[in-house]
């Protein structure tokens, strides 16, 4: 008995976005997931350590059954990832740019309201944040309008960067200037990647610190944010954090007292004071890096952010072996994902640039960091694994 034209059509339209048999599985750089996986656990144990101290006393903030159900609920995203083929996703990179958009102005209208900000669609097992989803949808367009050019001309600079622009305004507005600036580095890597001059790019990064300063100067941007400015320049010598600790200063002051805290060896799974205190502002999401710093002391947090920058030279290696542009160009866009949030999330509980809310992927919780960490993930070890017949320029350099 023959199948219908429906199923027919509609197994030939899913075979055009994911097959298991164009993966070159023997090519896959397994070792890029060992090392994200790796972390993952190691995220899993931090925040049981965390669950272990709010019991031990009597508190509830932390949850980690929940965190590892959306583990289990997010992982398959790996898998979807891996198995995407490379020219559907080009072809529908527009489609998967306009969902991003179309989920960011839903928020201001079904979105709920945390400490001030609208940034959270309610789904039953997790808070979905649009923001999170719009930061691949920009990987994935900037890939899509850089694949036929070289930015050689001006003009060829009005597309990339309206499509970064335009979700970065739209995130600004929810407010969540601190998702939006990890799209500034993210943008500028993939430019640089896609062959914009450096000293243009250097030129593009000093306009857009001068434009800082000027909406700080002038009231443009919200009044917290401008207070974080202020704090965090009133707060930069030791003295005038100490007076500022129980302030506008608070979260700077806890972050900097766990880190320090730590010494060479740490106090200890969930024997630091950021735990058995409670006093740490969001110690499981944007704050989690103070919290590892002062369990695992100078020699663990060494040896952390030397797992998470391997796994960023692993991205960007896999990029640089991958012939076919566009795919080039999202793995690319992955390994500066990781690299922006490590950088943003360690300068900022290290006091070195204003406090936001940025998480560490495959550390924080929360639903959708994790989601988009491992479609990012699967996405770029996968595409790499792709080996499709392209046209492109590139796809015969030696």
């Known amino acids: 008995m023959s199948s219908s034209p429906f199923a027919r059509e509609r197994g030939s339209s899913l075979e055009r976005a994911l097959s298991l048999r164009h993966v070159r599985w023997l090519e896959v750089d397994w070792h890029v997931l060992v090392v994200a996986l790796a972390l993952c656990a190691l995220g899993l144990v931090f925040v049981h350590a965390m669950d272990q101290a709010d019991e031990y006393f009597l508190r509830g903030d932390i949850d980690f059954a929940k965190q590892a159900e959306r583990v289990v ?24 740019f306009v969902v991003a958009l179309i989920l960011l102005l839903l928020v201001p209208l079904v979105g709920e309201v945390r400490n001030g900000a609208r940034r959270w669609i309610q789904l039953p097992r997790f808070d979905l944040q649009p923001s999170e989803l719009a930061k691949l949808g920009v990987i994935v367009i900037l890939a899509r309008a850089l694949y036929t050019t070289r930015l050689k001309r001006w003009r060829d600079w009005l597309l990339p960067l309206g499509l970064a622009i335009l979700p970065m305004g739209l995130v600004a507005l929810q407010p969540d200037l601190g998702t939006a600036m990890t799209l500034v580095p993210i943008t500028l890597g993939m430019l640089y990647a896609a062959g914009a001059r450096l000293r243009v790019l250097a030129g593009g990064v000093l306009l857009v610190f001068l434009l800082g300063v000027g909406a700080v100067r002038f009231g443009i941007v919200h009044e917290y944010q401008a207070q974080r400015v202020e704090t965090w320049l009133d707060s930069l010598t030791p003295d005038d954090l100490i007076a500022n600790r129980n302030g506008a200063a608070f979260h700077t002051y806890q972050a900097r007292v766990a880190i320090g805290n730590g010494g060479w060896l740490g106090t200890g799974l969930g024997q630091g004071v950021a735990n058995e205190a409670a006093h740490l502002p969001e110690r499981e999401t944007d704050s989690i890096f103070a919290v590892i710093a002062e369990e695992t002391g100078f020699v663990g947090t060494a040896g952390l952010l030397a797992l998470y920058t391997l796994l960023v030279i692993l991205l960007f290696s896999t990029a640089g072996h991958v012939r076919e542009r566009f795919s080039r160009l999202v793995v690319t866009g992955v390994g500066l994902y990781f690299a922006s949030h490590l950088f943003i999330n360690v300068s900022v509980n290290l006091g070195l640039v204003p406090m936001t809310g940025v998480p560490l992927p495959l550390f924080s919780t929360g639903g959708s960091s994790l989601l988009v960490t491992f479609l990012a993930l699967g996405l770029a070890v996968g595409l790499a694994a792709h080996r499709e017949p392209s046209l492109d320029e590139d796809a015969f350099r030696e």
């Open 73 to 96: 609920l997010t992982l398959p995203a790996l898998l979807f990832g891996l198995l995407v083929r490379p020219r559907w996703l080009r072809r529908s990179a527009w489609l998967v």
